[in-house]
């Protein structure tokens, strides 16, 4: 099995421990270190609406927050018709800490898959060297 294979079947399995049960719509995400960990995430709601983390972003700071700054690859999983798409705020949270080329893999449990890269997924975005 190749690689990017065995890491969409992470970020598949991450769905499992998705806390939803207000949406009822899991979500997975697998992201891999440049030196080859690799990190799960699933989307965590709470009665307060607002509260809810994304998987996305719950893999990024349990990285993060382990002291990982250097990423090479993101696989996002949920149960859509087409390849899931990231919501804004975890495109904004992708570009802090990933090159603009960085591959990410979008996928669904039926098995497609569409290959995009951070850039693509956020034209044009606000970055800290805008501050001056
Ligand atoms: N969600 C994610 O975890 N990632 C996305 O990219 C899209 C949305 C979650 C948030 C919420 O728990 C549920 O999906 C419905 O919006």
């Not at 294979?5 to 991450?14: D, H, K, R, S």
Request: glycine letters at 6%; a negative charge.
């Amino acid at each position: 099995m190749s690689a990017k294979q065995e890491w969409i079947n992470t970020a598949i399995e991450a769905m499992e421990k998705a806390y939803v049960p207000y949406s009822k719509f899991p979500v997975g995400a697998a992201l891999i270190t440049e030196s080859g960990e690799v990190f799960q995430g699933c989307n965590i709601e709470n009665a307060s609406f607002g509260l809810t983390n994304c998987a996305e972003r719950t893999a990024f700071f349990k990285a993060v927050s382990e002291g990982n700054m250097s990423f090479s690859h993101l696989v996002v999983a949920g149960e859509t018709e087409d390849p899931i798409s990231p919501c804004g705020a975890c495109r904004q949270v992708m570009v802090e800490f990933c090159s603009p080329d960085m591959p990410v893999s979008l996928v669904n449990t039926k098995g497609d898959i569409k290959e995009t890269t951070v850039s693509e997924l956020l034209p044009y975005s606000f970055e800290s060297d805008q501050m001056g």
